[in-house]
């Protein structure tokens, strides 16, 4: 059981590339979280989605897409990465539906933008 | 607007030597608040969850307890391996289940 899974763990890329942050769960949870953190500015909701098949904006959207693939995978996507963007990025996971709202963490993805 | 406020900032113990983190949210409808460490490079881990003033939640020497308007995370003669960074966060009612975290406290305990 590896609980919350992002894959790649550290990326740098140049102004205006594409890139793809991909996480999975397997806890059988019904909702997933995308954060930024930010050193001074704490964890910050980019985007969520409640359950398979629904997404919706958080705190900072802007700059960012995200994809919820199934139950279990949720990516979310950099369409032309800025150097604001620059952050680590952690996916969480929890399931609401069964009285579990407690979100589980990833280990993070540390990107650098050039 | 909704704030989480965490203090301090940093807190340095050394060994045996107890101590409380503290925070403290203005938040209209608060369902759960949520504490969680984090180490280094790693991702937040969970701690506890607490949903009413007056409750209480242990967990070998961390202990957490809520208020009205703050919670505070006590240290009892805590170990280095208790350094790490600690996190509160407050989930609202009507909030879809969505987090709002403080910034942290940096706790570092000295051998």
């Known amino acids: 059981n590896a609980g919350v899974t992002q894959t790649p763990k550290f990326q740098v890329l140049k102004t205006g590339q594409s890139m793809t942050l991909q996480c999975a769960q397997d806890m059988n949870h019904n909702s997933m979280y995308w954060y930024r953190q930010d050193p001074g500015m704490g964890l910050r909701l980019i985007y969520y989605s409640a359950s398979e098949g629904t997404t919706d904006k958080g705190e900072v959207p802007n700059g960012y897409n995200v994809s919820r693939l199934n139950k279990r995978e949720f990516s979310l996507r950099l369409e032309s990465a800025a150097p604001s963007q620059t952050s680590v990025y952690f996916c969480?996971?929890?399931?609401?539906?069964?009285?579990?709202?407690?979100?589980?963490f990833g280990p993070g993805t540390r990107l650098l933008v050039l | 607007e909704d704030q989480v406020t965490q203090s301090p900032e940093a807190l340095r113990l050394q060994e045996g030597e107890s101590s409380s983190l503290n925070c403290s949210y203005t938040v209209s409808g608060l369902r759960g608040l949520f504490w969680y460490r984090q180490d280094p490079g790693k991702g937040p881990e969970f701690l506890f969850t607490l949903y009413s003033a007056g409750e209480e939640k242990e967990k070998e020497r961390l202990k957490a307890t809520l208020t009205k308007k703050e919670s505070f995370l006590h240290i009892t003669a805590p170990k280095p391996e208790d350094s790490a960074t600690y996190l509160c966060?407050?989930?609202?009612?009507?909030?879809?289940?969505?987090?709002?975290f403080g910034k942290g406290t940096l706790l570092t305990v000295n051998p």
């Open positions: 966060a407050v989930q609202l009612v009507g909030s879809n289940y969505k987090l709002t």
């Open positions: 969480a996971s929890s399931d609401e539906l069964a009285g579990r709202e407690t979100q589980y």
